[in-house]
């Protein structure tokens, strides 16, 4: 497979779609829906094999959660196109204009990122998703996804292209890497002469390959040690049923409850409560010595546990004495993702707001709301836990870039 070609069509179809206007995306995008609708058989077919393949290899069941495909997940999927055909294009949008003494007019204004590389793992919903987000704003994608997922990525792929092609639309707006091989992970790494920004999406072993070897721009979309801390004003109900749904709703996802804190004012009484209420999802508990002196059936925890993204059913618990304390082990051990508190103490609950140091910070909530959907973007790109250019659930601007547009009238600087 031969990269250099791939990333040249690319280029090429990137500046074809930057002539797009907003009707002529959502009509290819309708296009893409209907083809993806109509081989739906075919890309679940494709999808079997590959989970088939996934069983027998020994994959986990959070990962195999993530890598199954079902007719309710495909309309998902289009649901999430849809979702894009009815948000505002931010291309072209004009943020700001001012005049300068000497009569020029200045302004900046949206424009594509240009060629985006995405590499992720076993997740063939992020192919659908990437597409329709990088199509909308004018960007072409190279999709690089893991080899477990390769015949679904295929699938999807091959049904995309037929939707373009069929409403007359550059088809190379979407490619798909279908070469396993890490070796062209790489060399797709270094691929500056046509792609513009890189963003990882899975593993935090493939983010921290992707961060430490590409010399294109990487947007880091980090993994989720996300916490819940139950403070000592909390109402145990809530903060139960939030639990609850945080942790166990979808396992394998990065805003997935991984980390409780818990006020050692409440602790007596919010544990046992805890211990029933997860156990009856099989949920393994991992407590400090204090949580394991009121629950002694936790399991001990070790000081690994408060940086661990599980993926899995366990969960640790931290004894915490004050607010100070719970703030200070969260921005510890966190990775910048998605933490919550559960309080009625409107002074703690804005303390927590402004010193957690991650892209969304709850208060009385589920963790599970970091999403693109759940926020209003439509499907996301990924959900960032970095600082610059874009930061938590990815939409549609944070694929925008911007350039200055300067009018004049035959000025020249002296």
């Given at each position: ?22 009707n002529?995306k ?18 679940l ?17 959070a990962?195999l ?18 979702q ?12 700001s ?11 900046k ?27 909308k ?27 373009l092609?069929t ?13 396993t ?16 920004v ?8 493939l ?15 980090g ?18 049923d939030?639990?609850?749904?945080a ?22 009484r ?6 029933e ?12 010595e204090?949580?394991?002196?009121v ?5 001990e ?21 004050s607010?100070?304390e719970a703030i ?8 910048g993702?998605s ?8 002074d ?7 010193e ?19 926020f209003?973007?439509?499907?996301e ?10 930061r938590?659930?990815?939409g549609?601007?944070a ?5 200055y ?6 000025q020249?600087?002296?």
């Amino acid at each position: 497979m031969d990269l250099n070609q791939i990333g040249a069509q690319a280029k090429t179809a990137a500046a074809a779609m930057n002539r797009l206007g907003v009707n002529e995306k959502n009509r290819g995008l309708r296009a893409v829906m209907e083809s993806i609708r109509t081989g739906t058989e075919q890309i679940l077919e494709a999808n079997r094999l590959d989970v088939d393949r996934a069983k027998t290899n020994g994959m986990s069941p959070a990962m195999l959660d993530r890598l199954t495909l079902t007719p309710a997940r495909v309309e998902g999927m289009l649901d999430g196109l849809n979702q894009i055909v009815s948000l505002d294009d931010p291309v072209g949008e004009v943020i700001s204009m001012k005049q300068r003494p000497n009569g020029l007019l200045i302004g900046k204004k949206r424009v594509p990122l240009g060629v985006i590389g995405i590499i992720y793992e076993a997740r063939p919903n992020v192919t659908a998703d990437a597409f329709g987000l990088c199509f909308k704003t004018g960007n072409a994608v190279i999709l690089k996804g893991g080899s477990d997922a390769i015949e679904s990525n295929k699938a999807i792929v091959d049904q995309i292209r037929k939707g373009l092609k069929t409403a007359g639309l550059p088809e190379d707006a979407v490619q798909l890497v279908t070469d396993t091989d890490r070796k062209t992970t790489l060399e797709l790494m270094r691929l500056n002469a046509y792609v513009d920004v890189l963003i990882p999406r899975g593993s935090a072993g493939l983010i921290r390959t992707v961060v430490q070897n590409s010399t294109v721009p990487v947007i880091e979309t980090g993994s989720g040690n996300c916490h819940i801390y139950v403070d000592e004003s909390a109402d145990f109900t809530m903060a139960l049923d939030i639990i609850d749904n945080a942790k166990t709703q979808r396992i394998g996802v990065c805003n997935a409850c991984e980390s409780l804190v818990v006020h050692s004012a409440v602790a007596a009484r919010f544990l046992p409560l805890l211990e029933e209420r997860l156990g009856q999802k099989h949920v393994e508990i991992r407590g400090d010595e204090r949580a394991r002196a009121v629950v002694p059936s936790f399991v001990e925890a070790t000081q690994q546990d408060w940086g661990t993204e599980y993926l899995d059913y366990i969960i640790s618990v931290k004894t915490v004495d004050s607010l100070d304390e719970a703030i200070a082990h969260i921005n510890r051990y966190n990775t910048g993702h998605s933490e919550a508190i559960i309080t009625n103490n409107y002074d703690h609950a804005q303390r927590f707001l402004a010193e957690i140091d991650a892209a969304a910070v709850y208060v009385n909530a589920s963790t599970r709301f970091t999403d693109g959907n759940e926020f209003g973007f439509g499907a996301e790109i990924g959900i960032s836990t970095q600082k610059l250019h874009a930061r938590g659930p990815m939409g549609l601007e944070a694929l925008t870039t911007t350039k200055y547009i300067i009018y004049g009238n035959g000025q020249v600087r002296p």
